[in-house]
């Protein structure tokens, strides 16, 4: 009895202590803010505040004086914003321990610790201290010599200078900083760098700097040099959105360390079989929206152990079946928006291919050698986006044997029935994981006599789709409420009917279910970026593979569906008639990146 009283009286003080941490990163109470500032309650420990249109910086400071009063709160970040600021005087900010700093579209072209004479922005030296991360956005800095207060920063680990002015970076540029052997990030994106402009030097004494951008530039080849200078440390590098259109041998510097490297939206059409033998260690690689044609095969040979390959977006028609011949680690695979018509068995080296992505191409058939028995190495698929193409014949057993199989969306193609081995051996998973087909926007046939493949997948997973009305005016009818059906209910769709008076009710109600209307929209959920999501692999434990999100899946037996059919009320589908269906369509992600862009 004494330890239950113990394990309470414990329990009841670690509720005690929560509460007591959850108060703490609630705004201060008795504090009360003037225009233009407002406080925000974070997750976390610590609170933020966001001062925005202001008319001049002197109506912030007096809205920020409650808080200079009280030195031991915490504050998460203080975001200045939209904003003009002549003049920010020494020890102006001393007493706000400030972690985040954001001075965004403030019309900012320098950033000094200045005499009192200069109208140009200063900031206390109790402030070094404390800032780790620091915003300087969207201003009208030129020049990084002009930001002279950014080298008195002790702790900083991340800066952002994107969205300014800056035309060039000189060398030695980094090496007075404080902070240099903290810094890991830095953005430089959206500026006005071109190749001329990034000194071979400028990046001496950022030997720890793990993650950098130059993407949004004026760009036309890569800064090898400088760029050479950050071989020990560099995990990350974004060129996106650039003006490169090719990339020589020697291009890419030794980068050993490299993981993630982002080449997206310029206009390379070739890349040589051993351009990335000095980046070995490669697991992210962005593409997407150039100019290439075909897959570049032979690049896969120097990067074996790439994971993720994004070329969404390029004018490739056809994929050769040797297209990923040395892609072995493949995780996941975008090909998304570009023109292709023709698929064989390109897949099938892959063996270890999750999640791949073919929205918005051309493709009119799918194989059975795609993704289905006759190609069993894709054993690991979780996720197949066929969405908006132009899809008329599915083989027989195409996606069949995939195990391991959660989502399917074959949204807005040109399908009309399936065979009924279409889906044999695959959604097989049973661990509460969400499993959906798409079949929305498709000219479903929904005679009873092709409704075999539907009746398969019963109690499997979740349909989503609407009879188009061409049979048995049935017209949206959803095809979730047919396969969740038995074969009796089904066959009363084609009048097969007997004398036993409850038979009679249940065919009744399925004659109203059959007229009734859902032309109500579903909303879509929009899938996020590659770069958003973290890759991990997933991990067999007794034949079934453990997922990041898992819902639950309960489906109803046959008896009772029937049972909930034969109880309703008379008026039950006259009402339904007048309600909205609500469905629930969201889709699942089953990663959050790690490694990703600014």
Not at 422 to 443: V, Y
Not at 446 to 462: E, F, Q, T, V
Not at 481 to 498: D, E, H, R
Request: proline share 3%; glycine share 4%.
């Amino acid at each position: 009895m004494n330890i239950i009283m113990l394990l309470k009286l414990n329990l009841f003080y670690l509720l005690f202590l929560i509460f007591l941490k959850i108060k703490a990163e609630k705004c201060p109470i008795n504090t009360q803010f003037k225009s233009p500032c407002s406080c925000v309650s974070m997750n976390t420990q610590g609170f933020g505040i966001i001062c925005s249109e202001g008319q001049t910086f002197e109506e912030i400071l007096d809205s920020l004086q409650p808080y200079m009063e009280r030195p031991n709160i915490k504050i998460e970040f203080l975001k200045i914003e939209n904003t003009p600021i002549p003049e920010l005087s020494v020890n102006t900010l001393a007493y706000l321990p400030v972690r985040h700093l954001i001075l965004r579209n403030n019309t900012l072209s320098h950033f000094q610790v200045l005499t009192e004479s200069s109208s140009e922005l200063s900031i206390s030296s109790k402030l070094y201290d404390n800032v780790e991360q620091l915003e300087i956005q969207n201003n009208e800095i030129t020049n990084i010599e002009d930001c002279t207060a950014l080298t008195f920063f002790t702790n900083l680990q991340s800066l952002s200078l994107a969205g300014n002015k800056i035309n060039e970076i000189l060398e030695n540029t980094f090496i007075y900083f404080n902070s240099r052997k903290t810094l890991k990030q830095l953005d430089l994106s959206e500026n006005l760098l071109s190749d001329n402009s990034i000194n071979s030097d400028a990046f001496i004494g950022l030997e720890f700097l793990q993650k950098l951008s130059l993407e949004k530039n004026r760009l036309n080849k890569l800064p090898t040099k400088a760029l050479s200078i950050l071989s020990d440390s560099l995990e990350e590098l974004f060129l996106s959105a650039n003006q490169i259109d090719k990339i020589e041998i020697g291009d890419i510097p030794s980068l050993p360390r490299l993981k993630s490297l982002g080449l997206d939206v310029n206009q390379i059409s070739h890349l040589n079989s051993n351009i990335f033998n000095s980046i070995p260690s490669l697991w992210y690689l962005y593409l997407s929206q150039n100019q290439f044609t075909s897959i570049p095969s032979s690049i896969f040979g120097s990067i074996p152990e790439l994971k993720v390959l994004s070329m969404g977006g390029n004018p490739i028609e056809r994929i050769e079946d040797n297209s990923f011949l040395f892609a072995n680690s493949l995780l996941r695979l975008d090909l998304s928006q570009c023109k292709i018509n023709y698929l064989n068995n390109c897949f099938s080296p892959i063996s270890r291919l999750q999640f791949i992505n073919l929205r918005g191409n051309k493709i009119k058939y799918i194989s059975n050698k795609l993704f289905g028995e006759e190609n069993s190495k894709l054993s690991f698929l979780v996720s197949i986006d066929l969405a908006q193409n132009e899809i008329e014949k599915v083989d027989k057993l195409a996606f069949a044997g995939l195990n391991q199989l959660q989502s399917i969306d074959l949204s807005y193609n040109k399908i009309k029935t399936f065979d009924s081995n279409t889906f044999r051996g695959t959604f097989l998973q049973t661990a509460n994981a969400a499993q959906l087909l798409d079949l929305i926007g498709n000219p479903i046939n929904c005679n009873p006599n092709n409704l075999d493949w539907l009746i398969s997948l019963r109690g499997k997973i979740r349909i989503q789709g609407r009879c188009p009305g061409e049979e048995q005016n049935m017209e949206g009818v959803e095809l979730a409420k047919i396969a969740a059906s038995t074969n009796t209910i089904i066959n009363s769709f084609s009048g097969n009917k007997t004398g036993n008076g409850i038979e009679k009710k249940k065919n009744k109600k399925i004659n109203n279910l059959m007229n009734l209307k859902f032309l109500v929209p579903i909303k879509r959920k929009k899938e996020s970026r590659i770069e958003n999501k973290e890759i991990k692999e997933l991990i067999p434990q007794n034949n079934n593979f453990i997922l990041n999100n898992e819902t639950n899946n309960t489906t109803k037996s046959d008896e009772e569906e029937i049972n909930a059919l034969i109880e309703e009320e008379e008026n039950t589908i006259e009402n339904t008639k007048e309600n909205t269906i609500q469905t629930n369509n969201e889709e699942n992600g089953w990663f959050v990146l790690k490694l990703g862009k600014f």
